[in-house]
Nanobody, 119 residues
Framework: QVQLVESGGGLVQPGGSLRLSCAASGFTFSAYHMSWYRQAPGKEREFVARIGSIASVGSSTTYADSVKGRFTISRNNGKNTVYLQMNSLEPEDTAVYYC?????????WGKGTLVTVSS
């Protein structure tokens, strides 16, 4: 059974940091590109960051302009886990954060973890 379980969300003050984790099971994690998306209240889900599969050159990374320089995506294929290190958090980063696994022909989503940035 495929599972993606996000964790690490919570309440943080502006300027603070959080590290999200997404633990995968039930599929060949290393063969999938992994992404983080987020959905703020009243808004559509949006792309945050992506890291390539083991077949990608250097597991290449891509970021949304809004998080570039503040967020870092990484993966540990031995632990079947993808991470999102979030620094210099802003109130606009408040959202439910989802991880997604993608390869041609299939994709999977987690159920999300809530991040609230507020003083």
């Amino acid at each position: 059974q495929v599972q993606l379980v996000e964790s690490g969300g919570g309440l943080v003050q502006p300027g603070g940091s959080l590290r999200l984790s997404c633990a995968a099971s039930g599929f060949t994690f290393s063969a999938y590109h992994m992404s983080w998306y987020r959905q703020a209240p009243g808004k559509e889900r949006e792309f945050v960051a992506r890291i390539g599969s083991i077949a990608s050159v250097g597991s290449s990374t891509t970021y949304a302009d809004s998080v570039k320089g503040r967020f870092t995506i990484s993966r540990n294929n031995g632990k079947n886990t993808v991470y999102l290190q979030m620094n210099s958090l802003e109130p606009e980063d408040t959202a439910v954060y989802y991880c997604k696994a993608v390869r041609p022909g299939s994709d999977y989503w987690g159920k999300g973890t809530l991040v609230t940035v507020s003083s």
